[in-house]
Structure formats: C-alpha cells, structure tokens
C-alpha cells in the first residue's frame, strides 16, 4: 500500500522559513516524479514545485522562485520544500504528490500558516 506522509507544516511569521518534508512507503520512490501543490482557503490546488525522478529537473511556480526549493532524498524515500522569506500569501495545506505513467498519489497535506 502506498504512503505519503508529510510533516514540518506549522505557525511561521512573515520572512521566515520552514521545511516540509514528505516520506514515502509502497513503492519504488526513485523511479516517481514529485511535486508539491498548495490549496489555500477557497481557492483552487496550485502546483508549487516540481522535481523529476533523478532530481536533475525542477520547476516552480513564479510567486515562489527565488524563495522556494524542492529537493529529494532517494535514500531515504523522501521529497522536501524549503520555504524561505515567506509571506501570508504562502498560507495553505501544502500536499506532496508523486507519479509514474498513469498512477498518482497524494498525501494528506500539512498546513502552513505565515502570520505575525
């Protein structure tokens, strides 16, 4: 069965930082893109970062370039979003994602809140 569990999610004042990460079990981690996607209060699920299998592709969304970084362990079966100078407009349940071919899965997401 496979699993993805994010954590580091959490309160953070604006120009802060945190790290997400994203654990996953079931499958063969390596061979899967990854990406992170954020859904704020009513709005729709926005792609925020992308990183291929091997970790040599990466693609973000404009409004987080610079600050942003997505990056993964194999070894360890694991994606990770270094969020830095983030701003309130960051606030939103972030959700890892991975995918081969036709198949998908998601994780459960873990909120971040960027208040003062």
């Known amino acids: 069965q496979v699993q993805l569990v994010e954590s580091g999610g959490g309160l953070v004042q604006p120009g802060g930082s945190l790290r997400l990460s994203c654990a996953a079990s079931?499958?063969?981690?390596?061979?899967?893109?990854a990406s992170w996607y954020r859904q704020a209060p009513g709005k729709e699920r926005e792609l925020v970062a992308f990183?291929?299998?091997?970790?040599?592709?990466?693609n973000y969304e404009d409004s987080v370039k610079g600050r942003f970084t997505i990056s993964r362990d194999n070894a360890k079966n694991t994606v990770y979003l270094q969020m830095n100078s983030v701003k309130p407009e960051d606030t939103a349940v972030y959700y890892c994602?991975?995918?081969?071919?036709?198949?998908?899965?998601w994780g459960q997401g873990t909120q971040v809140t960027v208040s003062s």
């Open positions: 994602t991975v995918y081969r071919g036709g198949s998908r899965y």
């Open positions: 990183i291929s299998s091997t970790g040599g592709i990466t």
């Open positions: 079931g499958l063969t981690f390596e061979s899967y893109g």
